[in-house]
């Protein structure tokens, strides 16, 4: 019984030791505005800090199973640790003979302790932490935590596999968007086309139909009358007929030939805009990159091998698979 008091005793007295160095900080030793730059203790703030903080955790720490010897030890370190500090905080450089080298010796002190402190606390303070510490409890709950972690990464790379298919229907779309958008621009040039012919082959038929009528006018008309005609007067209504027919025959060539042009103009713009719209079906239809990509340039060709206007009629053909070819493979280098 008297040993437990005693311990008790010790263990009050360590705690209020320790109480006091609690309350100092390391800037509160250096007093500069005391001492000045040139003797302040700003070369000992490092060992403050180690010092002070070594005896806050054993502060913390809990005591009551430790013996009378170590509580004693502890608190003989704490008394000389406190001694050193005051010595520290009352120290007068108009005391001493040569200030600076007293200065030198009191942050040397600390310096000095620190060593023999944190090899004896330090063991201490493991055994007081490790016992107040489940470890079990520790170890099941970083279990519980791996295993949670594991499977937000599943969840994770399930989402990513999503996204990823997404992104590889979005871009597949988006390529059949495309498609269909340029197959829509042949189309819409096809049907202008279409309609321009139209009214030209309206025009054609129009002349057509004139020029027959004039020409079976003029010979019922002056066919009884040319008789009574002079030989001058024949030639000039010949002229002036045969004016009047080249001048219609001339405009009724013209228009079919116009019609004829933008009938073929329709056609080639009407194939490619077919050849756009069955791209994806032919594509999809094989795995082999071969096959996909001698479709491609088949499309390719189709849309960009430069065609017949169809005004004229000696236009050359003009071929351009080599450079339509070497372009596309120009392309599938960098891209590889």
Do not use: C
């Amino acid at each position: 019984m008297q040993n437990q008091e005693k311990e008790k005793s010790i263990l009050e007295d360590l705690q209020e030791k320790l109480e006091i160095l609690a309350k100092m900080t390391p800037e509160s030793l250096v007093r500069t505005d005391e001492l000045g730059k040139a003797l302040d203790f700003r070369g000992g703030v490092e060992a403050f800090k180690l010092t002070l903080n070594l005896f806050q955790d054993l502060k913390a720490a809990n005591l009551d199973a430790f013996p009378d010897p170590t509580l004693n030890h502890l608190l003989n370190f704490t008394n000389i640790t406190i001694e050193s500090f005051e010595k520290i905080k009352t120290f007068q450089p108009e005391e001493e003979a040569t200030p600076g080298e007293v200065r030198d010796k009191l942050i040397q002190q600390i310096n000095e302790q620190y060593i023999p402190r944190f090899d004896y606390i330090h063991p201490i303070l493991a055994y007081s932490f490790g016992k107040g510490t489940d470890f079990d409890s520790l170890v099941r709950e970083a279990k519980t935590t791996v295993s949670r972690v594991e499977e937000e990464a599943k969840k994770v790379e399930v989402a990513r596999k999503e996204m990823e298919d997404t992104l590889k229907q979005t871009r597949k779309a988006a390529a059949e968007v495309g498609v269909t958008k340029y197959a829509v621009i042949f189309k819409t040039e096809a049907d202008s086309h279409k309609n321009k012919g139209k009214n030209w082959l309206v025009a054609t038929v129009v002349l057509a139909t004139i020029t027959v009528a004039f020409g079976f006018w003029s010979v019922s008309y002056y066919i009884d009358k040319i008789i009574s005609l002079s030989t001058a007067q024949a030639v000039q209504v010949g002229l002036s007929k045969l004016i009047v027919l080249a001048v219609l025959y001339f405009g009724l060539v013209w228009a079919g030939k116009i019609y004829k042009a933008h009938q073929h103009n329709y056609v080639v713009n009407q194939h490619r805009h077919n050849a756009l719209n069955t791209f994806q079906t032919f594509v999809k239809a094989t795995e082999d990159e071969q096959t996909k990509n001698a479709v491609l340039i088949q499309a390719t060709q189709s849309i960009f091998s430069p065609q017949h206007s169809g005004f004229t009629a000696q236009e050359k053909e003009i071929s351009t698979s080599p450079q339509i070819l070497e372009i596309f493979r120009s392309f599938m280098g960098e891209r590889k």
